[in-house]
């Protein structure tokens, strides 16, 4: 709505002061460029960049919902270091997010390079769309169907584990399986998505290159880590930085499946930060825990930059 | 894979690659197909003991829709779902018409500040919404939109990611045609409205449907805007009604997964070639 009114009145101007020749082309189009930027300057301004200062604002602060805070200087920072349950959440975000990373990544490629084999294309597509339907349902939905799957004594895993003489495993509750239990259901969740970036990845590699090898007399195996593999990594550099990212970022899976328990064992850093807020109402101090992550994302995302230029060949 | 069956007849050593092909293929669509299936019988049985007996039986004799009646008299089930389609299509509208209009600007258009604001952008990109969820709470307060659909509308209309990937597309797209349209005393916003939104279907439905997908499930931000049940989204609205019920009648909580995803499903389907494509050409595009 407010951008309809914000667009028009740069084009009326336009339309109306040059109508017939050509007139010579303007050195800028600051009026332009304001009109198209307007929508999304308002909303990174309120939403954005408002809400970014804030962080660095609140850790100063201790404020709850009720008061409006006094200032602490760094005392939320000493809290930080402190904290002696931050380290542990971290740690078990850190040790899901790799985990999904690598299935994601390594599963992924192995599917769609097994997708790539001669069959019909209904069956292909049966595969393809079977794979991402996960990916289009929230989190919330398939963590609550996990944990009816998951359940220790009358869940469906165990079971099937039954079947082939495995005891039953406490999937939820126990501090070993429950953030294996988070892995499983958010790599199941979001491969398909992996899966179908890499099948485009793979159809953009020129046929002629593998025709040209299999020519030569190359293998399968030579052909996939000589070929297919290097023109293949913009692609798997992709995928691990987004995949990185959203997997560090898990929420929903955790609350819904194990609530971040046993202990800590399956806590993630923004479930942890969102306790702090709105469970203990201490947002000051969940300020400070924002600002660590943002630290984090931030170092990452340089060093999967830095690690692109080495290995990747455009 | 040939190295291993070179021992054995080249003929027999391909049969196995496919068989093995195949094999791994079918298990991995069964373990993802299976507990949906699982879950939709789920919400058809009559009792606990019906959902939970190991192996799964179908036995038509005992199936009943009592469970999803059930649903709908615990929770507002139907007011979640209007809230959830509510809050994903208009975040999703809204950001079409900011991400295109300012991707436009990035890629075409010539103005001071341009570097920096484009560096904003980017930079913006690591700052994901779970990191300003405190300040961003606040803000919504202060504007008293706490516990209105507001609060989940209008964080997502900014998107650093939508911009980018648009200026990717607007950056490859010929610039022959928009040189014509100028020569033919078009404006800025003829040319981009009848000359780059036409050529960027593919790249807008990228967009849409990853935005769509994301604040259709997106559990974090109802749970932190919205107090009254009347106006909670479908993912919160779902954990609620988990949430009910501790023990007993885990067929209604079936049956209110299963009506949360069947619609999903039956778009998805519909739209699954404009989906598929999508999702797979957004490695591309970036």
Same mark, same amino acid.
């Given at each position: 709505m407010t951008t309809s009114s914000t667009l028009r009145p740069g084009v009326g101007d336009r339309s109306v002061t040059d109508p017939g020749p050509p007139a010579p082309r303007p050195r800028g189009d600051g009026a332009a460029a304001l009109a198209f930027l307007t929508p999304s300057i308002i909303t990174f301004l309120v939403f954005v960049l408002a809400p970014t200062v804030g962080v660095l604002v609140l850790s100063f602060y201790n404020w709850n919902l009720l008061s409006d805070g006094t200032f602490v200087g760094l005392d939320n920072f000493d809290r930080l270091i402190h904290d002696g349950r931050l380290l542990g959440v971290y740690g078990s975000t850190t040790y899901m997010a790799l985990a999904i990373l690598a299935v994601n990544v390594v599963l992924g490629l192995l599917l769609a390079v097994l997708l790539e !084999?001669?069959?019909p294309r209904w069956l292909r597509g049966f595969f393809r769309l079977s794979y991402l339907f996960p990916f289009v349902v929230s989190a919330s939905a398939v963590a609550l169907i996990w944990r009816f799957l998951l359940n220790k004594d009358l869940g469906l895993v165990n079971y099937l584990l039954g079947l082939v003489h495995v005891d039953r495993i406490d999937w939820l509750g126990s501090s070993a399986f429950a953030p294996v239990s988070v892995i499983i259901v958010n790599s199941w969740k979001t491969i398909g998505f992996s899966i179908l970036v890499y099948i485009a990845g793979l159809q953009s590699i020129p046929d002629q290159l593998r025709e040209a090898a299999i020519v030569d007399g190359a293998g399968a195996w030579t052909r996939f880590w000589r070929i297919t593999f290097p023109l293949l990594s913009p692609t798997i550099f992709f995928l691990v930085v987004i995949n990185t990212i959203n997997s560090f970022q898990i929420f929903a899976e955790p609350r819904v499946? !194990?609530?971040?328990g046993p202990g800590d064992s399956s806590r993630t850093i923004v479930e942890y930060l969102y306790d702090r807020a709105f469970g203990d109402f201490d947002l000051g101090y969940a300020s400070a825990i924002g600002i660590t992550f943002a630290l984090i994302l931030v170092v990452l995302t340089a060093i999967q930059f830095w690690f692109s230029r080495r290995w990747t060949f455009y | 894979m040939s190295t291993a069956t070179t021992s054995m007849s080249p003929r027999l050593g391909r049969l196995a690659a496919r068989v093995l092909t195949f094999l791994v293929l079918g298990i991995a669509a069964l373990a993802i197909t299976a507990p949906f299936l699982w879950i939709f019988r789920g919400a058809l049985s009559g009792s606990d003991a019906e959902l939970y007996r190991l192996p799964p039986t179908f036995d038509a004799g005992t199936l009943t829709v009592r469970n999803f009646g059930r649903v709908t008299e615990q929770v507002p089930y139907f007011r979640f779902f209007l809230n959830s389609i509510i809050v994903s299509t208009v975040v999703t509208a809204a950001q079409l018409i900011t991400c295109s209009t300012a991707a436009y600007a990035f890629a075409r258009l010539r103005f001071r500040g341009k570097g920096v604001l484009f560096a904003l952008v980017i930079g913006s990109l690591m700052i994901p919404i779970q990191v300003t969820i405190v300040p961003l709470f606040l803000v919504m307060s202060k504007l008293g939109l706490t516990n209105t659909l507001w609060a989940l509308i209008l964080p997502g209309i900014f998107s650093a990611f939508g911009i980018f990937l648009l200026r990717q597309h607007f950056l490859g797209l010929p610039r022959g045609l928009e040189e014509a349209a100028k020569i033919d005393g078009a404006g800025q916003f003829r040319t981009f409205a009848r000359i780059i939104l036409p050529l960027s279907g593919p790249s807008i439905a990228t967009l849409g449907i990853l935005c769509f997908t994301y604040w259709w499930n997106d559990l974090l931000l109802p749970l932190v805007m919205i107090s009254d049940t009347d106006r909670q989204t479908l993912p919160v609205g779902l954990v609620l009604l988990a949430g009910?019920?501790?023990?007993?009648?885990?067929g209604t909580i079936a049956a209110g997964i299963t009506m949360a995803i069947v619609p999903v499903l039956v778009v998805f389907l519909a739209a699954q070639r404009y989906i598929v494509q999508s999702i797979a050409s957004s490695g591309l595009k970036l």
């Open positions: !084999t001669r069959m499946l !194990t609530q971040g | 009910r019920f501790s023990t007993g009648s885990l």
